[in-house]
């Protein structure tokens, strides 16, 4: 890896930790659970930049660096968050990959915000020992897409500026 790879990698996982702090400080949506994703707007990013391995490394990173900054390092809310990060940017990988690149980042993100959902209520549900939070699939996955697309758009937009 070049050194301004490197570099550019470093920035980006900055901008992740940035954003991810800033939305911990936000006040809460009114669904609980509910988050912006505005991290996922980096890992976007980086996958149509970088590829995958970049991308999968920046949003482990991510997590791990934002938990001890919060104090949740291997607690439940760390492997809810870890399970949704890994799984979606895998599968948003996935996707990117078997359309030969040929997506746009609005879908690519809005499937990842599904998968991340999926991700996290399975683990909650496997955790806590309860499909009761199941129940909540339909409203948390309706409102992941639509916050997937907002910032899908953001990293659109980001990608035209060639950053």
Do not use: W
């Not at 901008?15 to 400080?25: H, M, N």
């Not at 390092?73 to 996707?95: H, Q």
């Amino acid at each position: 890896m070049s050194n301004k790879k490197l570099v550019r990698l470093s920035l980006m996982l900055t901008v992740a930790l940035i954003l991810g702090l800033l939305e911990s400080i936000l006040p809460p949506l009114p669904v609980p659970g509910v988050k912006l994703g505005l991290a996922n707007i980096v890992n976007v990013i980086v996958l149509y930049s970088d590829g995958f391995v970049e991308s999968l490394l920046i949003s482990l990173a991510r997590v791990i660096i934002l938990s001890i900054f919060i104090g949740s390092l291997f607690s439940v809310t760390f492997y809810i968050s870890l399970s949704g990060a890994l799984t979606s940017v895998a599968g948003m990988s996935l996707v990117y990959t078997l359309f030969n690149r040929d997506i746009s980042t609005v879908t690519i993100s809005a499937l990842g915000a599904f998968i991340h959902i999926c991700a996290q209520l399975i683990t909650v549900s496997i955790l806590m020992n309860t499909k009761d939070i199941l129940y909540l699939f339909p409203i948390l996955s309706i409102l992941g897409v639509i916050t997937g697309i907002i910032t899908g758009i953001i990293s659109s937009y980001i990608l035209r500026l060639r950053l």
